[in-house]
């Protein structure tokens, strides 16, 4: 019998998933906030902006880490810091406002 070493390259382009994805939370955010303009009654409007602020605070916790993965030199990681803060913040401003 005779020994054979078979390698796989994978790659996967996640390009066209993520662009959909941003599209769609730009969508329901944008869709979210007009359903707020128009005068809901106060707790769906109260659930609505919940939405939002997680929303919010998604992002900027994934741009914090994007951030992050590309730093490089102090000002680099002095801002994926500072992002990761703005993030932290953020997530703990909307717990206190939720009451949990």
């Known amino acids: 019998m005779s020994e054979e070493t078979v390698t796989f390259n994978l790659e996967l382009n996640t390009e066209p998933a993520i662009n959909n994805v941003r599209r769609l939370e730009t969508l329901v955010y944008r869709t979210l906030g007009l359903m707020r303009r128009l005068g809901l009654p106060e707790d769906i409007s109260q659930a609505i902006y919940k939405v939002q602020r997680l929303i919010?605070?998604?992002?900027?916790?994934?741009?914090?880490?994007?951030?992050?993965?590309?730093?490089?030199?102090?000002?680099?990681?002095?801002?994926?810091?500072?992002?990761?803060?703005?993030?932290a913040v953020s997530f703990s401003d909307m717990l206190m406002d939720t009451g949990g």
């Open 56 to 87: 919010m605070v998604l992002r900027l916790a994934h741009t914090a880490m994007i951030a992050l993965s590309l730093a490089s030199g102090p000002i680099g990681y002095a801002l994926a810091a500072v992002g990761i803060a703005s993030a």
